[in-house]
């Protein structure tokens, strides 16, 4: 049955893509809905889903990530790979609708070229997909044979190194990855075939067209797919250095054998590491489900480490929660960033210390403890408190990520104490408060504060701490105010330690002097921290 | 820092270096040392002369606007603990949620010394919800590397606390939590401290000024003795000590004690 995706284009309904039947009829992509009906009138329709296709293919690009080092997403036509105005570039380029996949120095894996792309269609056709392979030296070369090429013998779609330019001559010039209108042009030159354009003299082929971008965009791509050009692709999936990998023949589908996997992975990687005198900073551990799906797990460390036993811990955590589907065929563990670790480390120390039962041991627990609890939580949320250079009491210290150094007691003394009393705990922003205080700076004698009063028996100050004229604070709002920073300066503060009939401490501070800061707005009194 | 007349006044072994004595023949875990108040009348009616340091211990504001001062009270026992631990193990885990840090505010490094606690020492755990507080507290606990785990939470069912408190007994971490004054009471903690601010003392030279702060402190449980005990305690921020406030409020609450008749 004839079956056809229609998109809205400019205001049209448009077929996008068709099944085999339709394009028997001799319906073709592009054709407008009304035509195609009045040619085909059994045509069934269904409303093409751009963004889910390119999250499907990007879903199997990073699967077929298997296959290769380097995968990429493939556009059928990207207009002058070299330059481009923006908006030509956005007209010309399509939807993704290939893979590539970079397999130099992994064929071997395989049993070699051959059975590698046997082994990939073999899969891809498991998933009930219809697969066009080729295989060549070029990612251009590459992406003709698996278009251009109608035999479904996997013997015609793999080039043999060396033989590009022979294989490619016979194919049409719409394999290059050109814009439709590029290829008419030459159709019109009479250039039907890659052969044909590569015995044109170059000289005379830049000057047949109307314009420079479009020759160069011809000769580059015509470049590219021989060999000569060379072409710079960004892989879905950064390559890493340091990664081990472990193919299974039968799908494992039990969570404890891909946990005695994931063991032996470790191993693995903290071999490679060490060789390297690397310790890693990031984990990425990869599931490749037999269903032609991908899980990717994550891992932060807190510092550099090649501990298999920490790498296991910190990934059985997660893994716990992973579906594992029809089974998992293929593990990949890398370590996509690392840090120079050396030699002197780890487990000997460890065993040494833990016989000992000494603390050494627990600063490895610490950091394992760091490691979980920011995998889970966020980096940014298991924090510890630094000291900052600064007099305003709530830049005074910031909170940094404990992965920013490693939790050890610190070694610089605590800079001096400046001034009066601190509390222990501050709001995380000064609260606007009613305050009933003498003027001008007398200490509050009656405080209202979320919405209760209490009057003041006891106070200490004023600490008077003035903004740092050389960094521009904006001012805080008054409780009348609804902008939460106006565009105000700073203003100096004073500071009072306040305590209340039933004991309770506060520490709060007036905005503004009487008399000399009044100018832009009345001084006004904030609730900054607590003591009890 | 202020000279402390019971600092220089004290008998030869104070509990301080009785504290640094067995600090220092640590050798399997923190589970020899007492926790101790540092207050001779509360210890002693404590069981194991002190606060049991691989348990959950409760600690709850008298009202909401008292949070502040059990936070307190629950930062500066910890700060006793870590002391007492080898200084390479004195690392304290703090949790609590984005709206407890919102209400009550969060650690703030330069006043925690007042509290004789090293911000150093501290690893901040703000979560979204509460379920991961209980999460990381757990975590920290089973970790058993730190010196112990304070964490704030809004919300307490049996079985979480049951966790808590199987994990603080196992691997021997004290784990003290802070919860709000209206939530019903975990029965499976081994203590339960009821947190109010009290007037603080009188300063010395101005009566003006704020000096030693108060808590007025009720043991509303504890695990193998009578509770309802209250004390007034006093926080000196110079030695880093509790010491009893009004020993006289505590006879009030004895039976018989307070209906004598005066002649």
């Known amino acids: 049955m004839p079956l056809a995706f229609v998109e809205a284009v400019q205001g049209r309904l448009t077929l996008t893509a068709l099944n085999r039947a339709a394009r028997r009829e001799g319906l073709s992509p592009g054709l407008a809905l009304a035509d195609a009906r009045a040619a085909v009138p059994g045509l069934a329709t269904l409303p093409a889903e751009p963004a889910a296709d390119l999250s499907a293919l990007r879903r199997l690009a990073l699967w077929m990530s298997r296959y290769g080092v380097r995968v990429v997403l493939e556009r059928p036509a990207t207009g002058d790979p070299r330059k481009s105005k923006a908006r030509q570039l956005r007209a010309a380029i399509g939807a993704p609708d290939g893979i590539g996949i970079e397999i130099t120095g992994v064929a071997h894996l395989f049993g070699g070229e051959k059975d590698l792309l046997a082994d990939l269609v073999r899969r891809l056709s498991g998933f009930g997909l219809t697969v066009r392979p080729g295989l060549a030296d070029t990612p251009g070369a590459a992406f003709a044979v698996a278009r251009a090429i109608t035999s479904g013998k996997l013997h015609d779609r793999i080039v043999p190194p060396g033989e590009t330019a022979a294989r490619l001559a016979p194919l049409p010039v719409a394999a290059l990855r050109l814009a439709p209108e590029t290829v008419m042009l030459l159709h019109r030159l009479g250039l039907k075939t890659i052969g044909q354009l590569a015995q044109v003299p170059r000289p005379n082929l830049e000057r047949r067209f109307n314009s420079r971008d479009v020759g160069a ?49 470790a191993t693995g990687l903290a071999e490679t590491l060490a060789k390297a005198e690397a310790g890693a900073r990031r984990l990425v551990f990869a599931l490749y489900r037999s269903d032609g799906s991908l899980v990717r797990i994550p891992a932060g460390l807190s510092r550099p480490s090649r501990e298999a036993g920490h790498f296991h811990r910190l990934l ?86 404990v992965f920013a150094e490693p939790a050890s007691p610190r070694s610089d003394p605590p800079p001096p104490k400046r001034g009066g009393a601190r509390p222990p705990f501050l709001l995380p922003h000064p609260e606007p408060v009613a305050v009933v205080a003498e003027i001008p700076d007398g200490p509050p004698a009656r405080l209202e504060w979320r919405r209760r009063r209490c009057r003041i028996v006891r106070a200490e100050g004023p600490e008077r701490i003035a903004p740092e004229w050389w960094q521009p604070l904006l001012g805080l709002a008054r409780p009348d105010e609804t902008e939460a920073r106006p565009k105000r300066r700073a203003r100096t503060r004073d500071y009072y330690t306040i305590e209340d009939e039933a004991g309770r401490r506060y520490w709060v501070f007036r905005e503004g002097l009487y008399g000399r800061e009044e100018s832009e707005a009345p001084p006004a009194w904030f609730l900054h921290g607590l003591f009890a | 820092m202020r000279a402390d007349p019971e600092r220089s006044l004290a008998p030869a072994p104070t509990p301080q270096a009785r504290e640094r004595a067995s600090a220092c023949s640590f050798s399997h875990g923190p589970a020899g040392r007492p926790w101790t108040l540092g207050i001779e009348d509360i210890d002693r009616f404590l069981p194991g002369h002190g606060l049991a340091p691989g348990g959950l211990h409760e600690v709850k504001p008298a009202t909401p606007a008292d949070t502040p001062a059990a936070q307190a009270l629950g930062l500066a026992l910890m700060a006793r603990w870590l002391r007492a631990a080898p200084p390479r193990a004195r690392l304290l885990l703090w949790a609590a949620t984005w709206r407890d840090i919102g209400e009550a505010g969060r650690p703030y490094g330069p006043g925690l010394a007042a509290l004789g606690l090293d911000p150093a020492h501290l690893i901040l755990i703000e979560a979204r919800r509460d379920s991961e507080v209980l999460w990381a507290i757990e975590e920290g606990l089973r970790a058993g590397a730190l010196a112990g785990v304070v964490g704030s939470v809004a919300k307490l069912g049996l079985t979480a606390a049951r966790r808590l408190a199987l994990a603080a007994a196992t691997y021997e971490t004290p784990c003290l939590l802070l919860t709000p004054a209206t939530l019903p009471s975990v029965p499976v903690a081994m203590s339960r401290w009821r947190v109010g601010a009290s007037p603080g003392a009188r300063h010395a030279l101005d009566a003006s000024l704020p000096a030693q702060m108060r808590f007025h402190l009720t043991l509303e449980r504890c695990r193998g003795r009578e509770a309802g005990r209250s004390w007034i305690v006093e926080w000196s921020d110079a030695s880093f000590r509790f010491r009893l406030a009004a020993p006289l409020a505590d006879r009030a609450s004895r039976p018989g004690f307070a209906r004598r008749p005066a002649g």
């Open chain 1, 316 to 401: 059985a955590d997660k893994l716990a929660a992973v579906d594992l589907g029809f089974g998992v065929d293929l593990m990949t563990l890398a370590a996509p960033a690392t840090e120079h670790l050396g030699a002197a480390q780890t487990a000997l120390a460890d065993l040494a210390s833990s016989r000992a039962g000494d603390v050494a041991s627990r600063a490895g627990d610490v950091a394992l403890l760091i490691d979980r609890l920011a995998s889970r939580l966020g980096m940014d949320r298991v924090l510890r408190l630094s000291p900052h250079a600064s007099h305003l009491p709530e830049q005074a210290e910031v909170l940094v990520p």
């Open chain 1, 217 to 265: 965009a011809v000769l580059t791509r015509l470049d590219q797919a021989l060999g000569v050009a060379g072409e710079p692709a960004r892989s879905l999936v950064p390559p890493t250095r340091f990664g081990v990998r472990r193919t299974f023949a039968e799908p494992l589908v039990s969570s404890e054998g891909v946990m005695a996997a994931l063991g032996d992975l």
